[in-house]
């Protein structure tokens, strides 16, 4: 049974850090995409930044570049999202997700087949 789990949310001051982590299980991250979204309250669901399979390329979106830096540790079957100087802006519940078919370049559209349950950031002082 493929899963992901994500983890590392809670409540961070404007300009803090704060590192996310998603765990598979089921399957090897290599030969996926995968990517970061987050859902702020009343807005949709957007992608934030995502990893291609091994190998291959990353992506932000222009609110968050130059401030998250997403990193896969294949050996821990993990992809983490390095999230810096966050803004208020940046709350909301983030998720992960998988999909083998864009491992060779993945996307910031909500096309993936797998998701986790997402945790949530909330950036207030």
């Known amino acids: 049974q493929l899963q992901l789990v994500e983890s590392g949310g809670g409540l961070v001051q404007p300009g803090g850090s704060r590192r996310l982590s998603c765990v598979a299980s089921g399957f090897s991250l290599d030969a996926y995409a995968i990517g970061w979204f987050r859902q702020a309250p009343g807005k949709e669901r957007e992608g934030v930044s995502c990893?291609?399979?091994?190998?291959?390329?990353?992506y932000y979106a222009d609110s968050v570049k130059g401030r998250f830096i997403i990193s896969r540790d294949s050996a821990k079957n993990t992809v983490y999202l390095q999230m810096n100087s966050l803004k208020p802006e940046d709350t909301g519940v983030y998720s992960c997700?998988?999909?083998?078919?864009?491992?060779?370049?993945?996307?910031?559209?909500?096309?993936?087949?797998?998701w986790g349950q997402g945790t949530q950031v909330t950036v207030s002082s």
């Open positions: 997700a998988a999909d083998s078919l864009l491992a060779r370049r993945c996307v910031l559209a909500r096309v993936y087949d797998y």
């Open positions: 990893i291609s399979g091994s190998g291959g390329g990353t």
